[in-house]
């Protein structure tokens, strides 16, 4: 496997839950800041979560605090990204993507190496 692959995207009405769950293989390992990203139609790509897979930092776009948690199964190499209260806006493509940082710098402003495909999420009103 040469990149992330994200799932556990679908369709749901406003006020529902998703779990994205991203299967990071060697990249938990050797990579230690996985990042969850969304790009909607005709928007620019926005970071919305992201761990460090070493230690417990977390980062969360303010569009998502208090709706989004970010999570990581070292044991299974895969990160998650549990959204809750969901609302139309958060339609959008998610990716997951993996990078190298020092603790303090895994948020979004990192820079990311490997992306996975993607898995779309639309929230119906």
């Known amino acids: 496997q040469v990149q992330p692959v994200e799932s556990g995207g679908g369709s749901v009405q406003a006020g529902g839950s998703l779990r994205l769950s991203c299967d990071a293989s060697t990249y938990i390992y050797s990579w230690n800041c996985m990042g969850w990203f969304r790009q909607a139609p005709g928007k620019e790509r926005e970071g919305v979560a992201a761990?460090?897979?070493?230690?417990?930092?977390?980062y969360y776009a303010d569009s998502v605090k208090g709706r989004f948690t970010i999570s990581r199964d070292n044991a299974k190499a895969t990160v998650y990204l549990q959204m809750n209260s969901l609302k139309p806006e958060d339609t959008a493509m998610y990716y997951c993507?993996?990078?190298?940082?020092?603790?303090?710098?895994?948020?979004?402003?990192?820079?990311?190496?490997?992306w996975g495909q993607g898995t779309q999420v639309t929230v119906s009103s």
């Open positions: 761990i460090y897979t070493r230690g417990s930092t977390t």
């Open positions: 993507a993996a990078a190298v940082t020092h603790y303090s710098d895994c948020n979004p402003e990192a820079r990311f190496g490997a």
